[in-house]
């Protein structure tokens, strides 16, 4: 007899429910898991760990951690058109700095992430595959570094704990302390990383993750999460310790990292699987930005703001992937897509909905009304559409990348750490058909916003580099502090350990 062990979590953070049924349960979306058991109670950890990689696909969303990465920055916002994508206003709230701890986004991700940590739990606690045991810990890392990045506090069961008990809290220096023991503990037995799979956790994912808490350890361990941060010359030492110990090398074409191969790009240090038929939601990154009438069809949605298209140079090939695969099959560049919109082939402009002609402008409001309705703001497009596969393509889901990590080091050097930077400057510009940016603090975040835009780290580099709070084009004004980090979503403060972040 087949027997499910049903557990949901009230946003994960408070009292857990277990029931044992004879007939499958039904899975409840982003509310709980079904632990699968033999007849004799033995639990499916192989099944439970495919079930925590699936979860990395809650980043190829629009929303959750995408959105609360790239809205709440400079570079990418969903103004409300008319009647569409006002959604409450949650986009233009997180774009604003308004959102509030019931904000469904924001909700939802604090939900997404600790599920998948208990996922990873359940794995560690019940495997007796060391393998298996490895890969669940790297991932269990992943997710509470990201929960560590965006709440500042962390939620944990000692193993073998009640479940009735609420989870205890670390605060974000701990959380912080205990991911890089993890890490630090697995590193030299992960396996190396799989030629053509980036998506099996591997030493060079660990290494980059080292890498990525150790150039924030200032900001994380920050008495005020909105700085200012003092960051430890030790501390940068060990990210450039962490790169140099990576395997990877940059493609020398910076779109195949994003084309429907882009598993083969030795430039991926760790990715979300996707293959063609099943490929996930990753379909959300060419149509949330495209209008209705392009090929691919769009939702006529998200775009960017003239300030940030601005930083680069039009002829930028990281935005301008004019191949004849983009334009015989789709009309358009990947990148940003500006100006007049054609049918594939690049001949035949197209219209909007009103017989007006499709041409995307930089003028953009946050509230979108008039003839401009359809075409206002500059549109994106990081992935390559896979022609034969534009629902479920086969593009895996780029979650770290062998560029981030080179200019990681650059800007650690400069901090303070100790190594050189060589090369790493025009290493990244040798693709992209511009200068060299320089090696400056201020010449680094300019090139990481051009190399990583709509990758999901924005957020991230605008904290660390001072800008996140201050005010730009579609948000006039300087944000209240407690805007540094997320709240804790209302519900969730049912658990009596946990307490909302200062300003909520």
């Known amino acids: 007899m087949k027997r499910n062990l049903l557990i949901k979590s009230i946003l994960f953070a408070s009292t857990l429910l277990l029931s044992v049924s004879c007939t499958d349960l039904k899975e409840e979306s982003l509310d709980g898991v079904i632990i699968e058991t033999d007849g004799g109670g033995t639990v499916n950890t192989s099944a439970i760990l495919q079930s925590a990689y699936n979860g990395l696909r809650e980043f190829?969303?629009?929303?959750?951690?995408?959105?609360?990465?790239?809205?709440?920055?400079?570079?990418?916002?969903?103004?409300?058109?008319?009647?569409?994508?006002?959604?409450?206003?949650?986009?233009?709230?997180?774009?604003?700095?308004?959102?509030?701890?019931?904000?469904?986004?924001?909700?939802?991700?604090?939900?997404?992430?600790?599920?998948?940590?208990?996922?990873?739990?359940?794995?560690?606690?019940?495997?007796?595959?060391?393998?298996?045991?490895?890969?669940?810990?790297?991932?269990?890392?992943?997710?509470?570094?990201?929960?560590?990045?965006?709440?500042?506090?962390?939620?944990?069961?000692?193993?073998?704990?009640?479940?009735?008990?609420?989870?205890?809290?670390?605060?974000?220096?701990?959380a912080t302390a205990y991911v890089i023991s993890e890490l630090e503990a697995i590193v030299g037995t992960l396996p190396a990383r799989v030629a053509g799979d980036p998506s099996i956790a591997n030493s060079d994912a660990a290494h980059f993750l080292l890498a990525k808490i150790y150039l924030n350890k200032g900001v994380f361990d920050s008495a005020a999460p909105e700085g200012p941060y003092t960051f430890d010359n030790a501390d940068l030492t060990k990210v450039v310790t962490h790169v140099d110990a990576m395997s990877n090398s940059l493609s020398t074409n910076y779109w195949d990292n994003f084309s429907p191969s882009n598993s083969s790009s030795d430039e991926l240090v760790f990715s979300s699987k996707n293959v063609a038929g099943n490929g996930g939601n990753i379909q959300s990154r060419w149509r949330m930005s495209s209008h209705y009438n392009q090929t691919p069809g769009g939702w006529n949605g998200f775009a960017t703001v003239a300030e940030y298209y601005n930083k680069f140079n039009a002829a930028d090939s990281r935005i301008n992937n004019t191949s004849p695969y983009m334009i015989n099959n789709f009309g358009n560049p990947a990148g940003f897509q500006i100006g007049q919109q054609y049918a594939p082939g690049g001949v035949t402009p197209l219209q909007d909905r009103n017989g007006n002609a499709l041409s995307f402008t930089s003028a953009l409001t946050i509230i979108t009304n008039g003839v401009t309705l359809e075409t206002a703001g500059i549109r994106g497009m990081k992935y390559m559409p896979d022609t034969a596969n534009l629902d479920a393509p086969n593009n895996d889901y780029v979650l770290m990348r062998y560029s981030d990590a080179l200019l990681m080091k650059a800007e650690a050097i400069t901090r303070g750490g100790t190594g050189a930077i060589g090369t790493i400057m025009a290493d990244i510009a040798a693709r992209t058909g511009q200068p060299a940016a320089p090696a400056t603090l201020d010449g680094i975040y300019a090139e990481r916003g051009r190399e990583l835009w709509w990758e999901g780290y924005r957020r991230n580099d605008m904290i660390r580099f001072g800008t996140f709070l201050n005010q730009r084009g579609l948000k006039p004004y300087v944000s209240a502090a407690k805007y540094a980090l997320y709240p804790i979503p209302a519900d969730a403060l049912f658990n009596a350990n946990l307490s909302q972040n200062p300003g909520y």
């Open 60 to 174: 190829q969303a629009q929303g959750q951690m995408f959105a609360m990465d790239e809205m709440s920055t400079d570079a990418l916002v969903g103004p409300t058109r008319g009647g569409d994508w006002d959604d409450g206003g949650a986009w233009r709230q997180l774009h604003t700095h308004t959102w509030a701890p019931d904000h469904g986004e924001v909700r939802g991700a604090w939900n997404s992430l600790l599920s998948n940590v208990y996922n990873c739990n359940l794995v560690i606690e019940n495997s007796s595959n060391a393998s298996e045991i490895l890969q669940a810990r790297f991932l269990r890392a992943f997710y509470y570094y990201n929960v560590v990045d965006l709440f500042g506090q962390a939620p944990y069961r000692e193993a073998g704990s009640e479940l009735e008990a609420d989870p205890l809290i670390w605060t974000r220096s701990e």
